[in-house]
């Protein structure tokens, strides 16, 4: 008889044992998310700034239908270098389980493997949300959802602005997913540092995140995920002339290809990165760098008001 479990990698599991703290990564962003061969040297990257930061690295994949939260370097270079790795969300786990698949997860699953293991933080580029058209197909992330029946924190850039983001922030509301601005009151964009959409609340350190975290805990009344909304610096956003241009762009050959469900966002991403020559690439590599190591920030906080 098979059995089916989640296995935390070694270092993970000694660091959650000894009440240390661990960041969750996702792997889609490495099987999916960024080209090859650069998406192995950044998934790699990603971990060490966790460690830099002071907490312990937890990407979380599967492999031959093994669900892993702590993929050695072998697992992660199997996951973003062969073919086929699934994309995984919530609904997938337990399928690809039992077919021994090679699988990604999304945010809404890894978001949902990391609290089943006791990994309370994690950090990630861009959440899912309201697809453009949604009226019409009803297209929207499981990241919502899941975020609204899981108590973790996310880490991220806003949602991708390949979406329509003020139907996101108006689902998140309704779904009860708390969403704070770190240093800021204005929700970013993902590739942009401003959506152009405000925030009630925002945070202005991993301390006072770590605060809210306990205030939650303590509660006992919030069941559901907190977004903390890390925008790139000015500086650092891609140019939002050539974001607007290329997003158009690539709206328009969604249509005519016929690109639908799953497959939009990694097209989309894929869009970018050709028609900006990989200026786009470059600033998701930053987005992804920077919220890593605030989520080790915060989580190393949260260890800390724990630990006292």
Known sequence: MTTFHIRPGTEV???????????????TIVSHGLPRPD???????????????GAVPATIGMVGGELVVGLDDAELTRLATVD??????????????ATGADGATTVAATSAVAAAVGIGVFATGGLGGVHREAAQTF?????????????????????KSI???GATLERLETLGVGVVGYRTRRFPGFYLTDS??????????????????????????????LIVANPLPVDEQLDPALHDR???????????????????TPFLLAHFHSATEGASLAVNVRIILRNADLAARIAVAASGRTAA
């Open 84 to 97: 086929p790795v699934a994309k995984l969300s919530v609904r997938d786990l337990a399928v690809a389980a």
């Open 39 to 53: 998406n192995l040297r950044v998934a790699r990257q990603i971990e060490q700034t966790v460690r830099d930061a």
């Open 13 to 27: 599991d000694e660091a959650l044992r000894d009440g240390r703290p661990v960041v969750a990564l996702e792997s």
């Open 246 to 264: 290329t997003l158009t762009e690539g709206l328009a050959r969604l249509g005519r290809e016929g690109v639908t469900g799953k497959a939009v």
């Open 163 to 165: 979406l329509d983001v």
């Open 139 to 159: 297209d929207e992330s499981a990241d919502l959802v899941t975020l609204a029946r899981t108590p973790i924190t996310v880490v991220c850039a806003g949602v």
């Open 196 to 225: 152009g959409f405000d925030l009630d609340w925002s945070v202005d350190s991993p301390e006072q995140v770590a605060a809210v975290l306990a205030a939650r805990e303590q509660h006992g009344v919030h069941g559901g995920g």
